[in-house]
């Protein structure tokens, strides 16, 4: 066994090395957690002022939210509902993809989709926004018990 300068770490070294790992750790998780709700609440607020600027108030025959305006997932899936309604009256209970090519209603039915998709994919949008601030939150909470695992024991 070759002989080296070191000295062994002695156990309460090996000990406080740790515990500043699993600080350091613990901010690392936590600053992550602060990206990730301040990602989440950002984007949430985007696409809420986006639907705002598009100035879409839901349809008034529609059954929840009817005549508010369009700026947050109730009231975009809302409206992408009675979209859905008034298509399949246009098109006679049939989608686009039904329709005769030469149906006048066609295109319209067309739009309807369009639309809805659009709608629907903003309510995704407000769903993962929310689900990334929540996940930024526990990341923070679990960052703050790692540092406080960290911590001298108090002798």
Not at 11 to 34: E, S, Y
């Amino acid at each position: 066994m070759a002989e080296t300068d070191e000295a062994p770490a002695t156990p309460p070294a090996r000990a406080a090395r740790k515990q500043r790992g699993v600080r350091l750790i613990g901010v690392i998780i936590g600053v992550l957690g602060l990206v990730f709700l301040v990602a989440g609440v950002g984007t949430y607020a985007v696409v809420s002022m986006t639907l705002a600027d598009e100035d879409i108030t839901v349809s008034d025959d529609a059954d929840w939210f009817a005549g508010q305006e369009v700026r947050g997932p109730f009231t975009a899936y809302s409206q992408a509902d009675i979209i859905a309604e008034h298509a399949e009256e246009i098109g006679g209970g049939k989608t686009y993809a039904e329709l005769d090519q030469d149906d006048p209603n066609r295109a319209t039915v067309m739009d309807a989709s369009f639309l809805r998709a659009s709608l629907y994919t903003s309510v995704v949008a407000f769903g993962v926004a929310v689900f990334v601030a929540v996940m930024g939150i526990v990341l923070m909470l679990l960052g703050w018990a790692l540092v406080r695992l960290g911590r001298p024991a108090a002798t």
